[in-house]
């Protein structure tokens, strides 16, 4: 493979947000999130663990294209 392409932490945490929420809301059938007592929309419990599952599957695709900045 050619040489990997150095990216900032941020962007690299971006990309893999992204993508992995994508994933998560074309392969869902269930609900995605839930509203909680504050009126904050968040993943329901099922669906958080699905997506850092998804999140761990990007990060080794990226990882096969690009490098994560160090800070």
């Not at 690299?12 to 993508?19: C, F, I, N, R, S």
């Not at 269930?30 to 599957?57: A, H, M, W």
């Amino acid at each position: 493979m050619a040489n990997k392409i150095t990216i900032p932490s941020e962007t690299w945490v971006e990309l893999y947000a992204t993508l992995s929420h994508y994933v998560l809301q074309y392969s869902s059938l269930d609900p995605l999130t839930e509203t909680d007592e504050n009126g904050d929309e968040r993943y329901t419990e099922g669906k958080q663990d699905e997506f850092c599952d998804i999140v761990s599957e990007v990060e080794d695709i990226l990882s096969g294209f690009f490098i994560k900045e160090k800070n």
